[in-house]
């Protein structure tokens, strides 16, 4: 157990040191980073005193450690268009796509658990064999939908058509409504499928016709004997998707106007902050990471056979 939680801590420790190699590529890639941050019309010499008091006329690798150092530390310099710490953006930033994403991501597990169990319960020759084939085909159609589109068909509809809910902002729960359904029905159908086949499996078990021979009732067996079971299989990809939605909001918090960090780095972009936008996608990845290392603890804590592998 202690060298599975060691392992995975290393690799988390080893993958966020990656992405700082990454990030501090991308910025020289193109050549002076300096030049890429003034405008068109700056000179050599501007260029050249720009480099100096960043430091960038100083050896690669020496900037490189200066970077990794200052990395450790929290220190990504300073915005070059606020005149503020560029972490300070970025964690001011950050609540409002935690929010967005754990609400968005409870109501499309949540809501995926419930239609499998009801599938489950109903019984999967039965009612529960329309329930899944309409939950299958409304999924897909969401699915062939991309989130942009949908996002702008939700606006035109609640928020321009019917005036039932705010089209953009950050609020209270209204505000919620709209980029929640958008981004939490993307992945639904995929919930259902897996779980549907971990059932599947399950049912096939000893245990299972065991309980159903003692006389329990299929609400008591799915509930109490083959969900904790089924639901082992679905942690992973549901850990991936969570990280996948601290990172990747960017177009959600552009249609919906949502103040969050997707939409900070894409601003810090365009007007060339790039120390801010190195903040940003190092405390998304560092976001992934720990969203995945904690699905891994959860994953050997429900099954501890998997330390042993």
Same mark, same amino acid.
């Given at each position: ?139 897909? @159609?969401? =699915? !062939?939908?991309?989130?942009? &589109?949908? #996002?702008? %068909?939700? *606006?035109?509809?609640? /928020? $321009?058509? +019917? ?112 120390? @801010?936008? =190195? !903040?940003?996608?190092?405390? &998304?990845? #560092?976001? %992934?990471? *720990?969203?995945?290392? /904690? $699905?891994? +603890? ?12």
């Amino acid at each position: 157990m202690i060298r599975y939680i060691a392992t995975r801590i290393v690799r988390a420790v080893l993958t966020l040191f990656g992405v700082l190699t990454v990030s501090f590529l991308l910025l020289h890639m193109n050549g002076s980073p300096s030049a890429l941050m003034l405008p068109p019309s700056a000179t050599p010499a501007d260029i050249a005193a720009l480099d100096h008091d960043l430091g960038f006329d100083r050896p690669l690798a020496v900037q490189y450690g200066r970077f990794v150092v200052a990395a450790a530390h929290g220190d990504f310099g300073t915005s070059l268009r606020q005149g503020v710490p560029a972490i300070d953006l970025v964690l001011q930033r950050l609540p409002a796509t935690i929010e967005l994403a754990l609400t968005s991501f409870v109501f499309g597990a949540g809501l995926a658990f419930l239609l499998a169990v009801a599938i489950q319960t109903l019984g999967p020759a039965g009612g529960g064999r329309h329930l899944r084939d309409a939950v299958f085909w409304i999924g897909l @159609v969401r =699915q !062939a939908i991309p989130s942009f &589109v949908f #996002a702008v %068909f939700m *606006v035109a509809l609640f /928020a $321009v058509t +019917l005036g039932w809910l705010p089209s953009m902002g950050r609020g209270g729960w209204r505000n919620l409504v709209l980029p929640t359904i958008t981004v939490g029905t993307f992945e639904l159908t995929l919930y259902v499928r897996l779980l549907d086949t971990a059932f599947a499996d399950q049912r096939r078990l000893d245990y299972v016709r065991t309980a159903y021979a003692k006389g329990a009732s299929r609400a008591r067996v799915v509930l109490r004997h083959m969900l904790p079971n089924a639901v082992l299989p679905v942690l992973t990809v549901a850990g991936l998707n969570l990280g996948s939605m601290l990172g990747g909001m960017v177009i959600i918090e552009t249609v919906f106007n949502w103040p969050g960090v997707g939409r900070l780095v894409i601003e810090a972009v365009n007007v060339r902050d790039f120390p @801010v936008v =190195q !903040a940003g996608l190092l405390l &998304v990845s #560092a976001s %992934f990471v *720990v969203v995945n290392l /904690a $699905v891994d +603890l959860v994953y050997v804590a429900l099954d501890p056979r998997v330390a042993r592998r």
